[in-house]
């Protein structure tokens, strides 16, 4: 088969188009035909490499996947050859107590695809069949492609971790990121006021477009005195904060009394500081959020099908020019799902 692959830790410039063996699946998998791979930020750390992560070398990134059954076992009861699916991009285990209790997101074994596996960055991939999900009817390949791993990850922060009520205020950080785009319509969904960050004007206009009631230009505004003037001093119900050490202050001090912080990354560093003080005084939580169960994906793609939730889609490359693809996210220009055509 075609698939992008890494040799070894770098830029762009280390991702290559190439021939690799097709994968061989076992009695617990499927073998999927690849027609689109969205990209994800976890595909440049995978490239550039992590302190104390190992990853086997040569890799093929891509989490997030759209493609039709190429094969399954016999046993296998609900997908045949030629059906079009997605990808859970979650593996648990399967066995332990969080998997089978729904909580796969925190079993002790947790990987994901495209980081712990090889992935879709290829013609074909091997997955487990329990991460097989039937596609939802109208989407296009690129469409279904770049729907899984932002919604799973924007409806666990905040339907499950936020548990965002009807007429509360959400601060979604990065509006033009894949997570913000997805949280602003999870938000609406929800009933919520959204306040957006974005940067420009040309994506506060997409902020909008998909929902966001008011759009903070972080260019030329400062987010919290703009949070609180939004809110009439009082502050946000919840913050949805990937951003990191650059915003984790402003985050924090925008949130109501009694707010919520729901965090899933930490896009421009990790050490960011925190004033104990603030949090207690106000009764403040701050939840951890990491991906979310097979489940959430499944509820977040009933929002789908209701039509109150779409997959945003920025641009699309051929899988030949994943290193471009993988530039233009780095540039922070996309707003939504950067996408490769395979």
């Not at 791993?149 to 959400?170: C, D, I, S, W």
Request: aromatic share 6%.
């Amino acid at each position: 088969m075609k698939a992008v692959r890494f040799h070894r830790h770098g830029g762009p410039e280390v991702l290559s188009y190439e021939d690799a063996p097709d994968p061989v699946p076992d009695s617990d998998e499927a073998l999927v035909r690849v027609r689109a791979c969205a990209l994800n930020r976890l595909d440049i750390w995978a490239r550039n490499g992590l302190p104390d992560v190992e990853i086997p070398l040569p890799h093929i990134s891509g989490s997030d996947i759209a493609g039709s059954v190429e094969w399954v076992p016999p046993e296998e009861k609900e997908f045949r050859k030629g059906d079009q699916v997605v990808v859970n991009p979650g593996l648990g285990c399967g066995r332990c107590e969080k998997c089978l209790t729904g909580r796969d997101n925190q079993c002790r074994y947790y990987s994901i695809v495209g980081y712990g596996t090889d992935g879709g960055y290829a013609e074909l991939v091997k997955v487990p069949r329990r991460n097989l999900v039937a596609r939802p009817a109208g989407l296009t390949d690129a469409e279904a492609a770049a729907f899984p791993l932002v919604f799973l990850t924007a409806y666990h922060m905040l339907v499950t971790k936020a548990r965002l009520v009807a007429g509360e205020t959400v601060l979604v950080l990065g509006a033009g990121s894949g997570v913000g785009s997805a949280a602003i319509q999870i938000a609406k969904a929800q009933g919520a006021r959204v306040i957006a960050t974005a940067a420009g004007a040309e994506k506060g206009r997409k902020a909008r477009d998909i929902g966001a009631d008011e759009v903070i230009d972080r260019g030329s505004q400062d987010i919290l005195e703009e949070a609180r003037r939004l809110t009439g001093k009082r502050g946000v119900d919840v913050v949805v904060e990937h951003v990191g050490k650059a915003t984790w202050a402003g985050s924090l001090r925008a949130l109501a009394k009694g707010g919520r912080l729901v965090v899933c990354g930490a896009t421009t560093g990790a050490d960011a500081v925190t004033d104990l003080r603030y949090v207690f005084n106000r009764e403040l939580t701050i939840y951890g959020s990491f991906m979310a169960g097979k489940g959430e994906l499944l509820d977040a793609m009933e929002l789908l099908r209701q039509g109150k939730v779409g997959p945003v889609v920025d641009s699309e490359f051929p899988l030949a020019k994943a290193a471009d693809a993988q530039r233009r996210m780095e540039s922070g220009d996309h707003f939504g799902k950067v996408v490769l055509d395979v």
